[in-house]
């Protein structure tokens, strides 16, 4: 049996890692791998790290470049395990490249031909967690010191923008769902949660 390869997408401060956890419970006793990007355990991460925390500049080609190698590393790794019958889910992706990096320069098809280049595994289902970058800012500016991504609100703008267009586009995926993520986590997880339900029983 192959496994299922399953996308977290979205702005900062959509609710990204909380919902993770709740697919987490949801699917205990199931063969389950997480990858999350960036990728902090990797050179990449650093690198990413580093740029998000103002202590070193990246040209936004370079940015593009990290984040993107930052996930080939482990490509091999996700198919392998696929193949094997695991439910690989990722917290961040490709999307995440285009979405942020194309909203600083890049132009938005040239991001979309240099991922389609690489052949990335594609997804079973991306599932875009979608709020305004208001809230995104205003959850983020009671959790933590916020990173450079975090406090503009501009280039938040464009991200969910270049979100929205991959999801019309139904880019490098067999599916995409929509979610409004505003809500309270368990109502939202009670969307999430229909759609991978769905998908497991294909």
Same mark, same amino acid.
């Given at each position: 049996m192959v496994g299922k390869l399953i996308c977290l997408e979205g702005i900062d401060g959509v609710g990204k890692e909380t919902q993770l956890k709740l697919i987490l419970k949801m699917l205990k006793g199931k063969r389950v791998s997480v990858c999350k990007y960036p990728d902090a355990n990797s050179a990449f991460g650093e690198i990413i790290d580093a740029f998000l925390k103002r202590r070193i500049e990246l040209s936004p080609l370079s940015q593009f470049f990290v984040y993107m190698l930052d996930i080939?590393?482990?490509?091999?790794?996700?198919?392998?395990?696929?193949?094997?019958?695991e439910i690989v889910i990722l917290?961040?992706?490709?999307?995440?490249?285009?979405?942020?990096?194309?909203?600083?320069?890049?132009?938005?098809? +040239?991001?979309? $031909? %240099?991922?389609?280049?690489m052949n990335f595994v594609k997804p079973d289902l991306v599932v875009l967690l979608d709020i305004l970058p208001e809230i995104s800012m205003e959850r983020k500016s009671r959790q933590k010191k916020m990173d450079r991504h975090e406090e503009d609100a501009k280039l938040l703008r464009?991200?969910?923008?270049?979100?929205? +267009?991959?999801? $019309? %586009?139904?880019?490098?995926?067999?599916?995409w769902v929509k979610v409004d993520a505003e809500g309270k986590p368990g109502e939202v997880f009670e969307i999430v949660k229909g759609f991978i339900g769905q998908l497991l029983k294909e």
């Open positions: 080939a590393k482990d490509q091999r790794e996700i198919e392998g395990k696929l193949e094997s019958g917290n961040r992706y490709a999307y995440s490249t285009i979405a942020y990096q194309c909203s600083k320069g890049i132009p938005f098809g +040239k991001g979309v $031909e %240099m991922i389609e280049s464009k991200v969910r923008e270049n979100y929205l +267009k991959l999801y $019309e %586009m139904k880019f490098l995926a067999d599916k």
